[in-house]
C-alpha cells in the first residue's frame, strides 16, 4: 500500500461542514485543491489525515471494496460531531483543511489493527466480495452486510483505549471460524483525527505504506442508478493507497460543492457511492464537464498534473 502525496488546498477558513452555503472549490485554477506550486496555505502547520485499512493475509478485502470505503471513511470523519464547533477533533480538522490537505493510507492486520482501533478514530466497515451459496454457510442479514450502494456503511462502536489495552479483544471481538472467514474479506478502514506532519501517534507511524495490493477478483458490476460515482483515469496505473486517498480526495470534493440539503441527504444515505474505472471513451468527457476533478500534485506514482478522479454526484451534475 502506497502512501498519497498528493497534496490539496482549500480556500478562505470556514466550517466546511456547517456552511449556511456551499463552499466554492474549483477543480482548476488559482485556488485549485491539487496544485503543487507553492502558496500562502504552505505557510501554516501542515496536518496529514491519517487512514488504515485493514488488510489480513488469509482474506484481504477487494481493491474496489477498500476504495469505497476509505471514500466513506473520510466523509464520516468529516460529519463526526467531534469535528464541528468545541469538538474534540475541532480545531485538527480546520488547521488542515485550510492548509495542504494531505491524506496517507497506511495497512495492518493482527495485533497491528487492533493497536490502531484503540486510538481516537472511527473504523467503517464496506461489504464483503458476494459469495456463492457453496462458500456461504448461512445467509447473511441485511444490516450485517449489505452492498454499500444500498446500505450506510457500518462505524464501529468506539472503545475505550483503557479498555482494549487491558482487553485487546475488545476492539476486534473473536469470532467463530466461519464467521471470521466472512468478516475478513470485509473493507474496514479506521480514519483518524488529522495530525501533524510529522507527529505520527507512535501505534501508527510504524505501519508500512507499501506492501501488499488489493484486486477484484470478479469482475465489478456496474454502480446502481442515482449513486454517486467516483470515476478513476482509466489509463492511470495506481496502487491501492493512492487509489484510496485519491478516492477519499474526490468525495471530499464533492461534499465542498454540494448544497446543505444536498449534503443532509447524503448523508442520510451513509454516504451511498461507488467507485468506478470509467470507461475510456468517456474519461474526456467527464473531466471536462465541470464535475470536481482531483488533480495530483505528482509527489508519487503519477506524473504532476494528472487528474486521477472525476466526482459525479447527481446533485452536482444536475447543475451543469
Known sequence: MSTDDTQAARGPARDALRDPAPTPVPAVGADSPFRREHAIRDEAPQFVLPLVVRIEKAAPPTRTAALETAARAVLVLLTDERAHGEGEW?????????????????????????????LPGVTVR?????????QTPTAQTPTAQAPPSQAPPQASPEVSPEAAAQDPAQASPPASPQAASQASSEAEVRVFPPVPLDGWPKELAKLQVSGTDLDDPEPVPPAAPGVPVLWLNPDLDMSAGKAMAQAGHAAQL??????????????????????RTAPRERWAELSGSGLPVVRDAGFTEIAPGSCTVVSDHPALRARL
Open 254 to 275: 464533492a461534499w465542498w460543492e454540494l448544497a446543505p440539503a444536498d449534503r443532509a441527504a447524503w448523508r442520510d444515505s451513509g454516504f451511498r457511492l461507488a467507485v
Open 126 to 134: 464496506g461489504e464483503a466480495p458476494p459469495r456463492t451459496s457453496a
Open 90 to 118: 475541532a480545531a485538527a480538522v480546520r488547521d488542515w483543511q485550510d492548509a495542504r490537505i494531505r491524506k496517507v493510507v497506511r495497512r495492518a492486520r493482527g495485533a497491528e489493527w487492533r493497536k490502531a482501533g484503540t
